[in-house]
């Protein structure tokens, strides 16, 4: 019925274009030319008007020719933008920081956040100790307290008194030792974080009074 498929003249579809040896011979000993220019120079040389540089590339890498470049800037290779300026673009533009402006995530002293387990951070405007940053980001309830009260004892931690973390008034802490964390929760079952506000201060004196009883017990079992 003479349908036509759309191919070239002479084209069988999956099949690779026909070369002469005399043509890939000189495909072969040209393959370093840059793309577009090895296809003209082919085309001049040969007639073969149905060549095209995506066909000779897929060739190239049938074939496994290397043109020698890798594209990468060799070492001390020059960057052809080396020294101008960028042509000014008002979209681009409007993007850009401004001397002096500072970036909306700026975290700078005083900025205050909240983690996800509620207790309030701050940023100091002053150098922290262990990387040497401008800025020292620290527990606001802690940083509070140790103002008032001096540095927390060793094996102690600063609780909470009203359950409320983000309260970080330094009456609201009370340096506690470690051992005692235990019986205001976790096995004691006392749940302290969330009694009531009127039994927390009869949770916190008995889990007190037990921690002492049991500090004394051991220490009189030790000089037996």
């Not at 793309?35 to 007639?47: K, L, T, V």
């Not at 890798?70 to 080396?82: I, L």
């Not at 927390?152 to 008034?169: F, Q």
Request: net charge positive; glycine share 10%.
């Amino acid at each position: 019925m003479g349908w036509k498929v759309g191919r070239e003249k002479g084209r069988t579809k999956g099949r690779r274009l026909k070369y002469s040896e005399p043509e890939i011979a000189w495909l072969r000993d040209n393959s370093t030319m840059e793309i577009n220019a090895w296809c003209a120079a082919f085309r001049e040389q040969f007639g073969h008007e149905d060549a095209t540089p995506a066909k000779l590339h897929s060739l190239r890498k049938r074939e496994g020719w290397k043109t020698g470049r890798t594209g990468q800037f060799e070492k001390g290779a020059v960057p052809w933008s080396k020294g101008k300026r960028r042509p000014y673009n008002a979209n681009s533009a409007s993007t850009q920081f401004k001397k002096g402006q500072l970036p909306l995530n700026y975290r700078g002293p005083g900025h205050e956040s909240t983690g996800d387990d509620g207790y309030v951070w701050i940023v100091l405007d002053a150098t922290n100790p262990w990387t040497g940053a401008s800025t020292w980001r620290v527990h606001k309830h802690r940083h509070l307290w140790e103002q008032v009260n001096g540095p927390v004892p060793p094996g102690h931690v600063l609780k909470c008194l009203d359950g409320d973390r983000t309260n970080s008034d330094p009456a609201n802490w009370d340096a506690v030792p470690h051992g005692l964390l235990p019986r205001l929760n976790g096995k004691s079952r006392r749940d302290y974080d969330r009694a009531p506000a009127a039994l927390k201060p009869t949770i916190m004196a008995i889990a007190k009074l037990e921690h002492r009883a049991a500090n004394a017990a051991h220490k009189r079992g030790a000089q037996k």
